[in-house]
Every structure is written in structure tokens, then in C-alpha cells.
């Protein structure tokens, strides 16, 4: 009988936990849906947001990377705390403060108050992320857990779908007249609930012998990434001064600083936030480059077509919402058949996706070009489904091709540093094209539009040529 197990059974039989455990499935989901529902949702709301608090272009995009930024320095520190004290206690007290800074999102009156509340979401959202995972992990063996974590999957992509549609809902319904606070606020009576829940069907466990937390590491890694992302959100709008210069110097070092620590406490049998020894392996180390570079053209890539259809089209947040459909649509057919088509072409299934993507780009670039901000809008349908396929065939088996190639008991490990990679690109890409787009608006949003679409097709077929690293099929 395993340490989870035992912990299990004997809390169940001493303070009384509803004997059913998949009622705890639902509550710890909860969180799931709502960290990466707002990640989505938010897209459609920058254009209202922006109008109403009379925000900057770059406190605009640190709503949507200072969110990602935290959420991937955090997130290996967060499972670590989540073993140490209490797997519970760090998902109810993410929870907790996902809730509340949900509501300091909803109630801010500048945007300096709207970032900063969205910087703790981002911590919050790390500690529930990992947690969640780790709790199914302990409740669920065998086919239960395939079954646990297939649902765990489609709440997860039902809440990225569905974002954009159910922020332009919200939008156009305006309940209470809040406008796109609501799309904060939703968060609210969900958080309150499974908060109340969650004592009640989720045991409590923890790893007794599990290490100490990390401290220097994560403080390397937070300035080390926010040393790129800072200056590439800021800079373009105070003309690039000497500090953004001297900072992205600093990056370089700062990362040399955390490798140089993180292999001297590995030695002194400490347990480092990264396990330095998974870049021995170089299919690993390029599915982590591959895995960056992929998700820096994902929210990036929703943000400057949110700006186009609603401040350069006019459209309002649901027609917007609805044109995201058509993508994600496509998104869950190509999906659905990614799996299958992995474990029978391996590797190559994400190579000829990250190519459909970037051909989707390509179509995108092309039909606005001829139609501008005033054309059918049925000429961008074709390059929406082909982005939504490339999306489907890519995102679907990254992970998975990366991790085939390590021993089994380096997967959590592993699993954290690819969750990190997929933020901190989230972040960089946003502030990339973020830099690209607005720097571009002085000759309209069409042509705004167009260059941030050429460079994120450049990076997909860069994502393309670095899938002949991965592991082959297995």
C-alpha cells in the first residue's frame, strides 16, 4: 500500500470524507477550468478594457503576459509546496487567492490595479495548476486515472474554446451593466463554491520526505525571465532606453547564474527547482526549445486578432467571440485525430501541423491584405481553419513526444519544465508580437496585423525544422 494510498483511506476513515471520490473531480476541475478559461477569455475583452481605463498598449499586454510570466516562474515551486504542506492546502489556498484577485480584476479602476491583480492571479494560477494534477494523481489509479485525467483534458480545452465566445457573451449581454469586468466576476461564485467543497471531498496528502523548497532557484528564474520580457513590454513605448538594453544583458547571466546553482545544490544533494541532469538528454533539451517556441505563437497570436476584428474591424466582443469558433472548431476535429496519427507517424504528425499553422498564417496575411479593415470577413475563414487544424495536430502530442524519450520517474519533473516553457513563451510571444504589432499601428491595423502574422508564421516554421530533434516514434 503506498504512502497516498494509506493517506487516503485513513483520513477517509477518521474524519469522515464522503466515500465517493470522484466528487472530488469536479471541485479540483474547477480550478482547471477557471485558470486557463481566464488566460482565453480576457482576449476579447482588451479592446473595452483599454477604452474604458484608458490603459497603454504595454499595460494591455502585461494583463495577458504578466498572467502568463508568474504563472511559469511559480509553477515548479508550487508543486514542491503543494508536496511539502499539504496538496489541499495549496490548491485551496490558490483558489482562495485566484477568487480574490479574480475580484480586484473585476473591480479596477486603473490600469496599474488591473495588472497588478492580474500578477497574483498568475501566482495563484501556479499553485493550483500543479496541485490539481497531484491530487488526481493521489485519488485515481489505473483506468480510473486515464478516466480522471481525460476529463481533466477536456475541461481544459472546452475552457481555452470556449473563452473568446463566452467573454464576448458576457460582453454583449452586460449583466449589472459591468461590462468586461463580468468576465472576471464569473470567477466568483465558482471559486466561492469549491472553496466550500473542497474540505469536504478532498483528502488532504503530502510527501513526508519531500525536499526543501528551492528559494534562490526561483528568484534566479523570476529575474532571469522578467529581464527579456520586461524591457520587450516596456521599451518600444519610452524608446527603447539604456535600462532595456542593460537588462537584456543581464538575462545571459542571470540564467548562467541559475544553471551554475542549480548543479552545485544537485551535488550537495539538495533538490534543485530544475533537474539540470534532463539537458543531458538532447531530444529533451530541443522539446523544450520546441515547446517555447510553439506557445509564443498561441496567445500572442489571439491577442493581435482580437485587436484587429475589434478596434481595426469594429466589431463588437460576440461577433468577435464567433469568429473564434471557426477555429476552434477545426481546433478539436484535428484534436480528436491527433493522438491516433501520432502513435502511428510520431513526431512527423507535429512537423506537418506546425506547417498547416504556418500556411494558416499565411492565408490569414493574404486575405488581409486585400480586404483590409473593411472587406467580407469570410475571406479569413479558410486561414481560421487552417490554423485551428495546425493548432490540433501540434498541441495534442507535443507533450507527450517529449516526455517518451525519459525513465518514468524523471515525468513529473520533466512535466513541470515543459508546463514553464509553455508560459514563459506565452509571455515572450506576447511581448514579441505585442512589440511587432503596435509598433506597426502608425500605418493601420491591417498592416499591424500583417507583420505580426509574418513573423509568427517565420516562428512556425522554425517550430517545424526543430521537431527533427524529437524523439521518434516510440
Known amino acids: 500500500m503506498t504512502t497516498h494510498e494509506f493517506t487516503y483511506t ?38 473595452s478594457m483599454q477604452s474604458e481605463l484608458g490603459a497603454s498598449d504595454s ?8 498572467y502568463a510570466l508568474n504563472s511559469a516562474v511559480f509553477v515548479i515551486l508550487a508543486g514542491r509546496v503543494g508536496d511539502r504542506f499539504g496538496r489541499r492546502r495549496a490548491f485551496s489556498l490558490g483558489l482562495a487567492l485566484f477568487t480574490l484577485a479574480s475580484a480586484a480584476c473585476g473591480a479596477a479602476a486603473t490600469p496599474t490595479e488591473l495588472v497588478i491583480a492580474r500578477l497574483i492571479q498568475g501566482v495563484a494560477a501556479a499553485l493550483l495548476t500543479p496541485n490539481v494534477l497531484s491530487i488526481i494523481g493521489v485519488l485515481y489509479t489505473g483506468s480510473d486515472r486515464l478516466r480522471a485525467l481525460s476529463v481533466y483534458g477536456t475541461a481544459m480545452g472546452l475552457a481555452a474554446v470556449g473563452g473568446q465566445l463566452i467573454g464576448g457573451v458576457l460582453i454583449a449581454v452586460d449583466p449589472a451593466g459591468l461590462g468586461w469586468r463580468s468576465c472576471f466576476l464569473i470567477n466568483l461564485p465558482v471559486g466561492v463554491a469549491a472553496l466550500a467543497l473542497a474540505p469536504r471531498v478532498i483528502p488532504e496528502s503530502r510527501e513526508p520526505s519531500s525536499p526543501r523548497l528551492d528559494k534562490l532557484g526561483t528568484v534566479l528564474a523570476t529575474a ?37 546553482w542549480e548543479r552545485g545544490l544537485a551535488r550537495r544533494g539538495g533538490e534543485p527547482l530544475l533537474d539540470v541532469g534532463l539537458f543531458a538528454h538532447r531530444s529533451f533539451s530541443a522539446g523544450l526549445l520546441t515547446q517555447l517556441c510553439f506557445w509564443a505563437g498561441q ?27 471557426i477555429l476552434a472548431g477545426a481546433y478539436v476535429v484535428a484534436s480528436m485525430r491527433a493522438p491516433a496519427l501520432s502513435a502511428r507517424y510520431g513526431r512527423a504528425v507535429i512537423g506537418v501541423g506546425a506547417l498547416v499553422l504556418a500556411s494558416g498564417h499565411g492565408l490569414l496575411l493574404a486575405a488581409v491584405s486585400g480586404i483590409g479593415v473593411g472587406g467580407d470577413l469570410a475571406a ?95
Open 380 to 474: 479569413l475563414v479558410p486561414g481560421l481553419l487552417l490554423v485551428g487544424a495546425g493548432m490540433g495536430l501540434v498541441l495534442a502530442p507535443l507533450a507527450s513526444t517529449i516526455l517518451q524519450s525519459l525513465e518514468p520517474e524523471r515525468a513529473g519533473a520533466a512535466s513541470g519544465m515543459l508546463t514553464t516553457m509553455q508560459n514563459v513563451g506565452n509571455a515572450l510571444g506576447v511581448a514579441i508580437s505585442g512589440a511587432i504589432f503596435f509598433g506597426a499601428l502608425h500605418s493601420g491595423y491591417a498592416r499591424a496585423f500583417e507583420l505580426a502574422l509574418a513573423e509568427l508564421a517565420v516562428l512556425l516554421v522554425g517550430v517545424a525544422a526543430l521537431t527533427r530533434l524529437l524523439p521518434g516514434r516510440a
Open 10 to 47: 485513513d483520513l477517509r476513515r477518521r474524519s469522515g470524507w464522503v466515500a465517493n471520490r470522484w466528487l472530488a473531480l469536479p471541485v479540483v476541475l474547477a480550478g482547471t477550468f477557471m485558470v486557463v478559461l481566464d488566460f482565453f477569455i480576457v482576449n476579447v475583452a482588451l479592446p
Open 299 to 325: 496567445a500572442s497570436f489571439f491577442v493581435v486578432l482580437a485587436l484587429y476584428l475589434q478596434v481595426g474591424r469594429g466589431l463588437h466582443p460576440l461577433p468577435a467571440g464567433l469568429v473564434f469558433t
Open 224 to 260: 532571469a525571465v522578467t529581464a527579456v520580457v520586461l524591457p520587450l513590454l516596456e521599451g518600444r513605448q519610452h524608446g527603447w532606453p539604456l535600462w532595456t538594453w542593460l537588462s537584456f544583458a543581464a538575462a545571459p547571466a542571470l540564467l548562467g547564474g541559475l544553471v551554475i
Open 59 to 66: 499595460a494591455i499586454e502585461w494583463v495577458v503576459a504578466g
